[in-house]
């Protein structure tokens, strides 16, 4: 499925700093999201599914329409007392049977294919727009409701997408269910003039009126008892993300916790997690208990109500007993159409919260897009001279606050830089030459061949085999195993070389040291012209520190090196420096040669 990360016609203005919108707000901001779907590339087939299922919705109320007729004739042979009545409307009965299991199964079919395809389509642009440019770490820095985003596009999106499906099939049943049903109980209504005691009223289609008086009344009692039902269900999703978040967490950083015997401490901060959660469960389920009380009090009602009112008409002989009962049961279902705000409240507000959250996201990354203050913006550019470029460079908070400034220098191929002072600055401009960090003001000029490495201090370790992690990001069978095998062998892990085809957790099978010496074999494999080194030797003993800086010098003569290190000085003679110094309450970068 292709996707362009960079379209959108989802302007985050209009979420960005505002209370809750109403409903009708959300609808147009949700479906100018999400409703691309029934315009993207396979929009044919999208629209196909989607006329059909509504052929198969129309064909579930002409199903009622004829189980409402079916009654009517059974309670009539009831009266008759007609055996060859009862036992050809048993076969009519069986064949409406067969029709609506038939019409069930492949609307149930129909509709889960396109939940998926629609969650599908939705997930890809969020993650299109999540993991481009870096986003998914930029956004922890920036304001805003965005929280948890793995939470929001796994759970949120499956929840936007699978209510939004069924409500909107619920509720166009149910306006043709009501219009179906409508025009039966007016009919059935009979005579206009209604005589209670002494006073005629002339009322055509009473039995209609009755209808909707009865589930208006509904709708206006389970309205006022739905916005705490809406607040309750966000402020649960949110705290139950925030959970899930906490216990990911702690599962990622399982090994230092266990070393360090902090499993009470976490225990601690899980329990206050938890405490929450529980907290919004009960809130939630103080205003479930109220609306359900409403609702089950109304569901015992809805059938005998109309038996009650079209009785009086039945014993005075004005009607058969037939169509006493299709009288009930036609005002059942024009009841449980109106009825759809009641039913459908609860997920509906589930809909909303998830949504909202989807939105919320979205409007995040579409700010990373396109900061609101170019001025304010380091300006990244590329050049076709070979050098590396910082003009006039300052760093800054994503606020705005200054951090960094006076950063001017020249890095060319072949020369070893090494960075060191504040390790926070070091850090932030590596992050804007990598384009994580672009607050602040300048610019960097990048050389066209973009052959640029970065070495974090731990290397990651995506799932799968040994050989997978050391080509990571490219694919393992792009490099010969000997190469890799090699390259191993280069940076002192030849006892890993038969191990490549392995599946574990790597991040935790390798010590320290391995793993910022795998991180040099990845270095061996791409074999970059620009490299930058974050503290990717602090695991290393001296020895092996000498090892791989002298790896450096060998291998890569033509490279330019720039190394964070904060430690010592030994092993970097002839390195150019860049130190970073406090003046006047700023970070200032100071040059020096070699």
Excluded at 150 to 157: K, M, T, V
Excluded at 321 to 342: R, T
């Amino acid at each position: 499925m292709s996707l362009d990360p960079t379209v959108t016609e989802y302007d985050p203005e209009a979420l960005r700093g505002l209370p809750p919108a109403g409903w009708w707000r959300y609808f147009r901001e949700f479906f100018r999201l999400s409703g691309g779907y029934w315009n993207s590339e396979r929009k044919w087939a999208v629209r196909g599914y989607t006329g059909v299922l509504v052929l198969l919705t129309a064909a579930q109320v002409v199903i009622q329409i004829a189980l409402n007729l079916w009654i009517e004739q059974l309670f009539d042979a009831f009266g008759k007392r007609s055996m060859a009545g009862f036992l050809a409307l048993a076969a009519v009965f069986a064949a409406i049977i067969v029709g609506e299991i038939a019409v069930i199964a492949v609307h149930l079919r129909l509709r889960r294919r396109i939940e998926i395809d629609w969650r599908e389509w939705l997930t890809q642009r969020l993650l299109g727009n999540w993991l481009a440019s870096g986003r998914q770490h930029l956004i922890d820095f920036v304001a805003g409701e965005h929280d948890n985003p793995d939470g929001r596009i796994a759970e949120d999106i499956r929840i936007a997408t699978e209510y939004a499906v069924d409500l909107v099939h619920s509720l166009f049943y149910c306006l043709l269910l009501f219009a179906s049903f409508a025009s039966i109980l007016w009919t059935l209504s009979g005579s206009p003039d209604i005589k209670l005691g002494d006073v005629e009223l002339w009322l055509p289609g009473h039995l209609l009126w009755v209808a909707i008086a009865y589930a208006v009344l509904g709708a206006f009692i389970a309205m006022l008892l739905g916005p705490p039902l809406v607040r309750a269900a966000d402020g649960r999703q949110n705290r139950e993300a925030t959970f899930r978040f906490g216990l990911g967490r702690v599962r990622q950083s399982a090994l230092a916790v266990a070393l360090l015997h902090g499993e009470p401490d976490e225990r601690r901060a899980l329990g206050r997690l938890f405490g929450d959660v529980i907290g919004a469960w009960n809130l939630q389920t103080n205003a479930l208990t109220r609306f359900t009380m409403f609702t089950a009090t109304w569901g015992v009602l809805s059938p005998i109500f109309p038996v009650l009112i079209a009785a009086p008409r039945y014993i005075v002989g004005a009607i058969t007993l037939g169509v006493l009962m299709q009288i009930a049961q036609a005002f059942q279902q024009a009841v449980s159409a109106l009825s759809w705000p009641i039913d459908n409240l609860s997920k509906a507000a589930e809909w909303r919260a998830s949504g909202e959250r989807v939105l919320g996201l979205h409007a995040a990354l579409q700010d990373l897009s396109r900061p609101s203050n170019p001025a304010a913006t380091i300006a990244i550019a590329t050049i076709e001279q070979p050098v590396l470029a910082f003009r006039a460079l300052s760093l800054a908070d994503p606020d705005g606050t200054p951090k960094v400034s006076g950063i001017d220098l020249v890095v060319r191929p072949g020369e070893n830089w090494l960075v060191s002072g504040n390790p926070g600055a070091a850090i932030r401009l590596f992050k804007a030459v990598a384009g994580l960090w672009p607050w602040g003001s300048g610019a960097i000029d990048l050389p066209a061949d973009d052959n640029v490495f970065f070495m974090p201090q731990r290397p990651y370790f995506p799932a799968g085999t040994l050989g997978e992690a050391i080509a990571y990001p490219t694919a393992s069978t792009t490099h010969d195993p000997a190469a890799l095998r090699a390259a191993l062998t280069r940076v002192g892990l030849a006892h890993l070389a038969q191990r490549l085809d392995q599946i574990e957790a790597w991040e935790q099978t390798l010590g320290a040291s391995e793993q910022q010496r795998l991180g040099f074999a990845r270095l061996l494999l791409h074999r970059p012209r620009w490299i930058f080194i974050q503290q990717a030797t602090d695991g290393l003993d001296a020895q092996g520190e000498a090892e791989m800086l002298a790896l450096l010098d060998q291998e890569f003569p033509q490279a330019a090196v720039v190394m964070i290190a904060e430690h010592g000085e030994e092993g970097y003679v002839g390195w150019r420096r860049l130190t970073f110094v406090k003046q006047d309450g700023l970070v200032v970068g100071q040059t020096s040669p070699a």
